[in-house]
């Protein structure tokens, strides 16, 4: 089956600090991308939807400037998380779709769990 | 707007058989998710739902009724291992997919 690997599975870092969480796609070509952050004892949020090449689209009231995602290549996307500060703290999760399964289900990495001191 | 609507938890015993409902109202309608999510882990991918009708899947087995906006989970023989948050999520018709909050389901000794 389709195997997403994310990376680092946990990171624990100073404020201020930047951070990049990289998500790769084993065994197919990700055509689309998505990064979820999720709160204790709450759902997923979708942060971004990334496509191969193309600019991210992000969901309302997530800055841009902030999380800056990368998707260049169709194997790899990188979220990085600028200037982390505590309320940063979360369970970052990226998940993947191939070419021709928008109707499919995602295929999630582990998750990456960040904590800003 | 759109929304998906599942308990916020529930209680069954190990052995036992529980039924997770979920309601949506969604703009177009491409699929019906129920993702596995253990504590401090991502989901896991349990059914897809695309047409009316029950998909089983050993333990699991899960009902889609479009036209009711209406699907349910069901896992019998539970296990203690079946303590998780279920989440129902549906592709609109943009293929974005709406998340519902998740039920918390314990199982009891």
């Known amino acids: 089956g389709a195997v997403v690997s994310q990376h680092p599975s946990w990171v624990i870092c100073k404020s201020g600090t930047s951070v990049k969480i990289e998500c790769r796609s084993l065994d197919f070509q990700a055509t689309t991308m998505f990064w979820y952050r999720q709160f204790p004892k709450q759902s997923l949020m979708l942060m971004a939807t990334s496509n191969e090449g193309s600019k991210a689209t992000y969901e309302q009231g997530v800055e841009k400037d902030k999380f800056l995602i990368n998707h260049a290549s169709l194997t790899l996307s990188t979220l990085t998380v600028t200037s982390a500060h505590p309320e940063d703290s979360s369970f970052y999760i990226c998940s993947a779709l191939g070419m021709g399964e928008g109707n499919q289900p995602q295929h999630f990495g582990d998750g990456t769990r960040l904590s800003i001191l | 707007g759109q929304n998906i609507d599942q308990p916020t938890e529930m209680t069954a015993t190990e052995g036992a058989i529980v039924q997770i409902n979920c309601t949506y109202q969604t703009s177009g309608f491409n699929g019906l998710f129920w993702y596995q999510q253990h504590a401090g882990e991502a989901p896991t991918f349990l059914s897809y739902n695309v047409l009316d009708g029950l998909e089983e899947k050993g333990r699991f087995s899960s009902f889609l009724s479009r036209s009711k906006g209406y699907s349910y989970l069901l896992l019998k023989e539970l296990q203690m291992k079946d303590s998780a948050s279920y989440l129902c999520?549906?592709?609109?018709?943009?293929?974005?997919?709406?998340w519902g909050a998740g039920t918390k389901l314990i199982i009891k000794p």
């Open positions: 999520a549906v592709k609109d018709s943009n293929y974005q997919l709406i």
